[in-house]
Each structure stands twice: as C-alpha cells, then as structure tokens.
C-alpha cells in the first residue's frame, strides 16, 4: 500500500488534479497510479505532465526515452518506473525483451542508441559533473545539442518519479519487474 494515498478515481482527486487525469486517461486509456499519486499536489501534477508532454514532442523518438526511463530507474531500484517503462517499452516503444535488457544494463543493442543511454547514465551517475570526454562521444553517435539537452532533461524526469515513487511506495499496477542491481 502507498505511503501517500493514492484517489481510487479521478474524481476522488483534487479538483484542480481532475482535467489532467481526465487527459491523462483519454491518451493513456487509463490513470497509472504514479498520476493519481501525485494528484494530491495540483501543481506538482501540473508540472509532471507538462514536462512529461514537453519532451514528448522533443527530437529524441519514443525509443530512446524509454531506453533512458529503463536505465535510470535500474540504477535507482525503482520497482514501479522499471515496470512501468517496461510495460511502455515493449507496448508502445516497441522494444524487445533483448533491448530492454541492456537498456536495464546501461547500454543498447542500437549502434547509435547506446551512447545517449551510456551518456544519461554517466550524467545520473556523476550528477551532471561530466566531462569533455563524456560530451563528446554522445556527439560522436550523432546526437544535436538540443538532443543532448533533452537527454539530460529525461535523466532529471525519471530521477524524479524514482523518487517520488521510492518515497510514496507507490503500488505497482503494471507487470511487476524488480530492479536487479541495489539502489
């Protein structure tokens, strides 16, 4: 059970949480908890879903962002994000089990791929202090600058659902996958 509850429905959320749940639903056909979790703060609701959708329609594709959520949230141990993302990825991003599981290890079986997950961990792991090296390879793969800006921006996102759902224990409503490597 969530350490922070969870509204059972959207109109059990707070009244200014209601219209992004109710968008949430109709792009997502339903409300994952980590939404209606955090609908207890209107305004960090808000601003989850528009950095969320920001970066959705940002030069990085579908795959990449998910290889990057898969990453990051196996080197925080998040349980809910790495069952979500993996739920995600397979569904939606349309990654295979392979990808998936050395997205989880850090890398990718995508030539150009495996540098922006290399890179996002390097920032999660040196908490942004890379160095010339670092920003060099990912330019190396191909990636723009404003590729890299996203990157960076993802790694913030998903540390920050690792955290709140670590925080909140928020219950998985996905396949369950447990993160392999200690937090």
């Given at each position: 059970?969530?350490?922070?509850p ?17 968008a ?12 209606r979790m ?17 970066l ?5 594709d579908?795959?990449t ?8 949230a ?39 791929a495996?540098?922006?997950?290399r890179?996002a ?16 390879e ?11 800006i ?34």
């Amino acid at each position: 059970m969530s350490r922070i509850p969870t509204p059972a429905s959207i109109n059990e959320a707070p009244t200014a949480s209601q219209p992004i749940l109710e968008a949430v639903n109709k792009q997502l056909g339903s409300v994952p908890n980590i939404f209606r979790m955090v609908s207890n703060s209107p305004a960090a609701l808000e601003g989850y879903a528009s950095l969320n959708g920001a970066l959705g329609k940002g030069k990085l594709d579908p795959q990449t962002r998910e290889r990057i959520a898969l990453a990051v949230a196996e080197v925080n141990g998040c349980n809910y994000c790495l069952s979500a993302h993996t739920y995600l990825g397979k569904n939606l991003a349309k990654l295979d089990d392979v990808e998936i599981a050395a997205n989880r290890g850090g890398t990718s079986t995508d030539p150009k791929a495996v540098a922006a997950v290399r890179f996002a961990i390097t920032v999660l792991n040196e908490r942004g202090h890379i160095n010339n090296e670092d920003l060099n390879e990912v330019r190396a793969a191909g990636y723009s600058n404003e590729e890299i800006i996203e990157i960076v921006q993802h790694v913030a996102l998903n540390v920050w659902t690792n955290f709140i759902n670590e925080v909140a224990q928020t219950e998985i409503d996905f396949p369950v996958v447990d993160a392999e490597k200690a937090a």
